[in-house]
């Protein structure tokens, strides 16, 4: 069984933990799942969307949830 827990990231992460989570996918699914407190999945997270929010200003200290997709 494959160990899912390598897609999933907390709601309380910053950019870079999600960036430092994707280069660790590399030559694999680039997709992070985002999940709350619960355990329930809020949003995903690509490296697009982190680009994207960087050409926006966003700084990779920003919490996930500014770049994430809900």
Known sequence: MENFNKYILSDKAVIKDALIALDCLSG??????????????IGTVTDGDIR??????????????????P
């Not at 694999?28 to 999945?41: A, G, M, V």
């Not at 926006?56 to 994430?68: H, M, R």
Request: proline fraction near 0%; charged fraction near 25%.
């Open 28 to 41: 694999d699914i680039q997709t992070l799942f985002i999940l709350n407190d619960r355990n329930q999945l």
């Open 52 to 69: 994207r929010g960087l050409i926006n200003g966003k700084a990779v200290t920003d919490n996930i949830k500014e770049v994430f997709f």
